[in-house]
């Protein structure tokens, strides 16, 4: 069982950045594949990015969204039992719910059926 615990949402102006937390509760932590999702409203929930656990064979795999790469960073610290989610350069479209997913599949996969553990989310508003 994992929990999941997402913080640092928040309004921002377009352009600016903000940086996600996800907090996991466990000790197997480090061996789940953790991902980013997002919805807004009226949307379906999107992938946004993920990174595989240390149970991968090639190391630590990072994947992202079209919508994303160059502006959003994904990362993790094993020690701290924590996801984090730079995001840059942020735009209105960013606007929406972020949450955080956790999954024994050896490499994030942009469906969200995939992954076991959800937390609750955190909004993130960018104003124009």
């Known amino acids: 069982q994992v929990q999941l615990v997402e913080s640092g949402g928040g309004l921002v102006q377009a352009g600016g950045s903000l940086r996600l937390s996800c907090a996991a509760s466990?000790?197997?932590?480090?061996?789940?594949?953790m991902a980013w999702f997002r919805q807004a409203p009226g949307k379906e929930r999107e992938f946004v990015a993920g990174?595989?656990?240390?149970?991968?064979?090639?190391?630590?795999?990072?994947r992202y969204a079209d919508s994303v790469k160059g502006r959003f960073t994904i990362s993790r610290d094993n020690a701290k039992n924590t996801l984090y989610l730079e995001m840059n350069s942020l735009k209105p479209v960013d606007t929406a719910v972020y949450y955080c997913?956790?999954?024994?599949?050896?490499?994030?996969?942009?469906?969200?059926?995939?992954?076991?553990?959800w937390g609750q989310g955190t909004q993130v508003t960018v104003s124009s």
């Open positions: 990174i595989s656990g240390i149970g991968s064979i090639i190391g630590s795999i990072t």
């Open positions: 466990g000790r197997t932590f480090s061996r789940y594949t």
């Open positions: 997913a956790a999954g024994t599949v050896p490499v994030a996969t942009p469906s969200g059926g995939t992954y076991d553990y």
